[in-house]
């Protein structure tokens, strides 16, 4: 796949900057001294076993750990763009309106299907219906859905199917034409053929968001992620090229992992 | 045990000891439960026995509509020498003296068990109306920030115990908290505060005064509202919580506030099941008769809420002041105390004196009511199964 033109001050500068960051659930802290950065023009995956705290690495850069009562930051930060995510002066709903994310069990509201396409849209407070009908159809298109529900857009969407389901998903997400797309295992619940489109999927978006994908699936991992960290019991063991992660890790323990003798 | 033989079935029962225990034990768990069947089986058929002939005719319109569409009175029974008896109001009895002349031996009255238990009826709707629209506020209210907002924690659970303890809260103990805090001390506008007025704050055009309600339908719908406040949080707040983490979490990762959140993303999906519980409320509040003994009911009423006489207006009134009478007339069916079924039947069968004609406004009262009742629950049910089909998810 041809590579799109960036330009060299962007893939320079990493664009999220995870620097010393502490993170806890009351007294129990998941996450130790994290120091990773991610660029703009990667596919990142972050790969572990469960409760290695790469979901809640995910869930801390837009924030919806807030919702965990007794989540909080012990020490450190996160800075997208140079912005520290958790200085005070940081309107969360706007840093979701730039970070999009997209959960694990595909849950489209029991709404119809436009509806749910537009919903960040019309919480954000836009009422156009020609805005509106635009807007979903360019974010339909982008998921590669259009074609299959361009005419039941008005029909529930949990009528789709699981895979349909995940894309609607995606397509809510980049309906509000966010900068960076967290997905927390998008693929777990879905079949493989599901699977494979999503992989195309964020395959062709790459250019447009920068991902970031947490996983299971090695393989997967292996055939969308250009860069790959492994996380083990809250703290970064490796962060590398893709590739080299899976030929010839640094670190002994990440090659336990990804050979399957991590015990 | 047996010796054992070449041809013994080594699968056979063994009669003694565990298996005999075990048929005990079956036996005394299904005669509890045929005790329940049973007991509940006998209130039912006994009211539907004694009740239904009151309420219903055998010919059209198959319905005693006197008994529905009347106040209570008083009821005359006149027996004349042949011992034939003749029922009447209080206006028919002297022209049935009078035709019966020579033949008329005795006339008895009585009390409440004549005409009909409209009043009652409509008592207990608004009644029904005020509490159900005072909890479902107070309660959803509470339940969406029980559930949604409060973190948990010490003071949560504060709240928690408060709630489980309002439900355990004897009715009569509600009644006379209705009494001291809304009958008594519940806060009115008026032009001069009453001698007994707790405390008066003057506003200048009208002066706010703590002196009470009055018995009156607002009173005692805020004292069931009270007392079904508890059913309603906890059926809310697990109605709540049935909805899916995920929907929230990706609401708010769409860029939603938290009240946009739960406007959009789980009350539409938790309504159902709220209406549903509420409904059950209704039941409760309805049958409830210590909360309003103090609040609301009378024993006797010979108007309903609305026949209040009001000064007639001028016959050049204008449409305004026609206006604001008719309002006032309407806001006036609030300010009325009035009569309720629950109370009406604790009336007839404890403070009059017995007989077949008392025991068959009971019946018919019972009836009447326990037709309500069951009629809410199979609108609950409906509501349930039919609202569940559109939400799923």
Not at chain 1, 109 to 133: C, Q, T
């Amino acid at each position: 796949m041809p590579s799109a033109p960036v330009p060299a001050s962007v893939s320079a500068e990493p664009l999220i900057q995870v620097e010393k960051f502490n993170y806890a659930y009351g007294d129990h802290q998941v996450l130790f001294d994290l120091d990773l950065n991610m660029r703009s023009t990667d596919v990142t995956a972050l790969i572990g076993p469960s409760g290695c705290g790469k979901s809640t690495l995910l869930r801390a850069i837009n924030r919806i750990n807030d919702l965990v009562d007794s989540a909080r930051v012990v020490s450190g930060r996160i800075r997208v763009d140079g912005v520290d995510l958790y200085a005070p002066e940081v309107d969360v709903i706007s840093l979701r309106r730039n970070v999009g994310m997209v959960f694990q069990k595909y849950n489209p509201f029991p709404r119809s299907i436009f509806e749910n396409a537009v919903y960040g849209l019309r919480v954000a407070g836009i009422k156009n219906r020609h805005d509106l009908e635009e807007a979903a159809e360019r974010s339909l298109r982008s998921a590669a859905l259009w074609d299959e529900v361009k005419d039941r857009l008005h029909e529930m969407a949990t009528g789709l199917s699981g895979g349909q389901q995940q894309r609607l998903c995606i397509a809510r997400a980049i309906a509000l034409r966010p900068r960076i797309l967290l997905m927390d295992e998008p693929c777990a619940a879905l079949d493989p053929i599901a699977t494979a489109r999503i992989e195309e999927l964020i395959l062709q978006l790459r250019h447009e968001y920068t991902f970031i994908i947490v996983t299971h699936n090695m393989e997967q991992a292996r055939r969308i992620a250009d860069r790959t960290a492994f996380f083990y019991k809250g703290r970064l063991v490796e962060e590398q090229d893709t590739m080299k992660l899976f030929t010839a890790p640094d670190d002994p323990l990440t090659e336990s992992y990804v050979t399957g003798r991590l015990t | 045990m047996k010796s054992k033989t070449d041809h013994a079935n080594p699968f056979a029962g063994d009669s003694t000891g565990i298996q005999k225990r075990e048929t005990a034990a079956r036996w005394a768990l299904r005669a509890g439960s045929y005790l329940v069947v049973l007991t509940t089986a006998a209130i039912m058929l006994h009211i539907f026995v004694k009740g239904a002939p009151v309420v219903f005719r055998s010919e059209w319109p198959f319905v005693n509509t006197q008994f529905l569409t009347e106040l209570p009175s008083q009821l005359h029974v006149i027996e004349d020498k042949q011992g034939r008896r003749y029922e009447t109001g209080v206006n028919g009895a002297d022209a049935i003296k009078k035709e019966l002349g020579e033949n008329y031996r005795s006339e008895k009255t009585i009390a409440y068990s004549g005409g009909g238990i409209l009043g009652p009826i409509v008592g207990t709707a608004l009644l029904v109306i005020v509490s159900v629209s005072v909890a479902l506020f107070l309660g959803v209210a509470c339940a969406i920030y029980l559930s949604e907002y409060a973190k948990h924690g010490k003071f949560l659970e504060l709240i928690r115990l408060a709630i489980l303890n309002l439900a355990g809260v004897p009715s009569v103990v509600f009644g006379l908290f209705g009494l001291g805090a809304f009958v008594l001390t519940a806060p009115v506008f008026v032009d001069v505060p009453a001698d007994r007025s707790v405390l008066a704050i003057p506003l200048g055009f009208t002066t706010l005064s703590f002196e009470g309600w009055d018995t009156c339908v607002l009173s005692g719908g805020f004292t069931l509202a009270f007392v079904i406040l508890p059913v309603i949080i906890t059926a809310s707040e697990q109605c709540l919580q049935a909805v899916p983490q995920g929907f929230r979490e990706t609401s708010m990762a769409l860029g939603a506030t938290r009240w946009q959140t739960i406007r959009y993303s789980v009350l539409p999906f938790a309504t159902p099941g709220i209406l549903t519980s509420s409904i059950l409320g209704i039941a409760r509040a309805a049958g409830e008769t210590a909360p309003i003994m103090f609040t609301a009911a009378l024993a006797f009423k010979d108007k309903l809420p609305w026949q209040k006489d009001l000064p007639p207006l001028p016959a050049d009134a204008s449409v305004f002041a026609q206006w604001e009478q008719s309002l006032q007339r309407f806001l006036g069916i609030f300010t009325e105390s009035v009569q309720a079924l629950p109370y009406h039947i604790y009336t007839l069968a404890a403070k009059i004196p017995q007989n077949e004609y008392s025991e068959r406004a009971q019946y018919g009262s019972v009836f009447v009511f326990l037709v309500l009742v069951a009629a809410l629950a199979t609108v609950s049910i409906w509501m349930r199964i039919h609202l569940r089909k559109k939400y799923r998810w």
